[in-house]
């Protein structure tokens, strides 16, 4: 469906939750370094290929991101960045967080300086990681795991 929400396809109303929805396509765009459809075969947005690919498991993260990034960028940045965007992308809108919250989650993670970009701490040198809890689908993530 694009960056579209579902429930615009039924209500035709579009409203802030409907924005963060788009805002967590354009980060998984960004972190993928794909398009939000057409590449993933018939009926299959970036959403859906995100979730599959990632089983919504920490570990997979790395698997899904562009490989331009995994040398600059830290792996808990990224995988910060896609936790934000699976809260910005879940399918109640109820469930989404606000703008607002978005960028306290943003900029509550600590920034890196170039030369940590290539530390030991990156996506194609990491091999730590874990679980996230899971509800049924993929996912329902609480505050506590973002931070």
Known sequence: ??????????????????????????????????RPVGEFGEGVDIVQWSKKATNCRKEDVANIVDHRLTIYVPKDEAMHMFFIAMLCIQENSVERPTMRE???????????????????????NSQKSK?????GKCPKFKQDILV
Do not use: W
């Open 1 to 34: 469906m694009n960056a579209c929400v579902a429930e615009y396809a039924y209500t035709l109303r579009v409203d802030e939750k409907s924005d963060v929805y788009s805002f967590g396509v354009v980060l998984l765009e960004l972190l993928t370094g794909r």
């Open 131 to 135: 679980n996230i809890e899971k509800d």
């Open 102 to 124: 978005v960028v306290q989650m943003l900029s509550e993670f600590p920034r890196h300086s170039p030369e940590s970009f290539r530390s030991s701490s990156s996506l194609a």
